[in-house]
């Protein structure tokens, strides 16, 4: 899908989710390779904490086995799981609403991943232009199986939890596509509508440049994190790159590196980035600097102080990862069932060797997409009805594919 058609797409989303948020479930997630800063804060953070207030089921994954897509090995891994989970409750995530986990804490999710990936071609995960685009800037001299495959584990995390909804940036959407692919494939190869064919929600956040004017990134050391305090947060911004013209003005295309600061400013602000740029005017790159500095420093002031409450008790907080990796795994061991049972493995010990028992665990809502909206329900009681079929060795008539 285009960038303009997604946009479209998306801002019909936002009406959907005005009207009922209850009839999504979100999957969204981070690798742990360093601090959230303040472009995931506008970017995608705020975003989360909104739909979740709104009242949409949220499944956040920290994507510990993607972090191995660039680099052999991942380097303290523990220290930033626990700064995500940090940033994740300071920004207002409520582990009583969301589910938080990891990768590698629920092994059904990861087995999705055999499945899937008989369903994509070799060319179509070449072709992926931000796998391309990370290959290019990747550490590894060779280009690994991981690599070329983690879009396809994607797909098994947005799945495994029947998501229908992915909030992304731009450079995620094609990620989005190949689980759409999957889903689809999944569905009509299978014949049974497992999967639904999930939606990518594009932030309306525009994008800001790191402190040197590139792409603001965890691994380019340009950020303005989170959890920095006030005097770090100060130093970076007197590091940043501008230029050498004086008045200050809003023009990201000819000067992207200060009107990045400008519109952060204004993000923090609440204000237009036009009118923030009038005020400094002559004022030049240190007023900017100066406003800018208290901006963010006002802003992210309580959410650094709740990141610091937490930070104190790391007990809840891995607790918080345990039961989020509870939850996860029992809704990945009903999903990984279902799939199996469709594709006539149904003999595999998962749910219990017994059909009565498998049978029950379906009727019990085994299928976790039996969300409000009256196509999740379809889905579901289809899917009952060929799990039954299954187990019971009855045949059942279906009216092919809806979608
Ligand atoms: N690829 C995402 C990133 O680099 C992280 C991620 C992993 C993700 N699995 C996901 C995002 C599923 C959305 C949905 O930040």
């Not at 909104?50 to 220290?79: H, N, P, S």
């Not at 879009?151 to 450079?171: E, R, S, T, W, Y």
């Not at 950020?223 to 004086?246: C, H, S, Y």
């Not at 002031?301 to 607790?319: C, F, H, K, N, S």
Request: hydrophobic content about 40%; proline content about 5%.
């Amino acid at each position: 899908m285009s960038t303009t058609l997604a946009r479209r797409r998306s801002a019909e989303l936002q009406e959907l989710i005005g009207a009922d948020a209850g009839v999504f479930r979100i999957l969204t997630g981070d690798r742990p390779t360093g601090l959230l800063h303040v472009g995931h804060y506008f970017g995608t953070l705020q975003n989360r904490v909104r739909l979740q207030d709104l009242g949409t089921e949220i499944f956040v994954v920290i994507a510990d086995y993607q972090v191995l897509t660039d680099r052999d090995t991942a380097e303290r891994l523990d220290e930033h799981v626990t700064g995500l989970l940090l940033d994740y409750l300071a920004i207002g995530i409520d582990p009583a609403r969301t589910v938080i986990f990891a990768h590698s804490a629920v092994p059904a999710l990861n087995q999705l991943l055999l499945p899937f990936l008989s369903l994509v071609s070799v060319p179509e995960l070449s072709r992926n232009p931000t796998v391309k685009d990370e290959i290019s800037h990747s550490r590894q001299s060779a280009v690994s199986g991981l690599m070329l495959t983690y879009p396809v584990h994607q797909a098994a995390d947005i799945l495994f939890c029947k998501a229908n909804l992915v909030p992304v940036g731009q450079d995620q959407l094609p990620h989005v596509e190949t689980t759409r692919l999957v889903a689809r494939r999944f569905n009509q190869r299978f014949g049974v509508p497992v999967f639904p064919l999930p939606d990518a929600l594009l932030s309306a956040a525009p994008l800001l440049l790191g402190t040197d004017g590139a792409k603001m990134s965890k691994s380019r050391g340009n950020t303005i994190p989170l959890a920095a305090t006030a005097d770090q947060t100060a130093g970076l911004i007197r590091g940043a790159r501008t230029d050498a013209i004086r008045h200050i003005t809003y023009d990201p295309d000819a000067r992207p590196e200060v009107s990045s600061l400008v519109l952060l400013a204004a993000l923090c602000l609440g204000r237009d980035p036009h009118e923030v740029a009038a005020d400094i005017g002559d004022g030049g790159a240190a007023a900017l600097k100066g406003t800018l500095t208290c901006a963010v420093n006002e802003m992210l002031a309580p959410v650094r102080a709740r990141r610091a409450e937490y930070a104190r008790d790391l007990g809840y907080v891995r607790r918080v990862l345990r039961e989020g990796n509870e939850r996860a795994n029992e809704i990945a061991a009903a999903t990984l069932a279902e799939v199996l049972t469709v594709m006539g493995m149904g003999y595999r010990d998962l749910c219990g060797a017994d059909p009565a028992h498998l049978r029950a665990k379906i009727y019990a809502g085994g299928c976790p997409s039996g969300g409000a909206s009256s196509w999740a329900r379809w889905i579901t009681w289809k899917t009952k009805k060929r799990l039954h079929a299954a187990v019971t060795g009855e045949t059942v008539v279906t009216r092919g594919l809806q979608r």
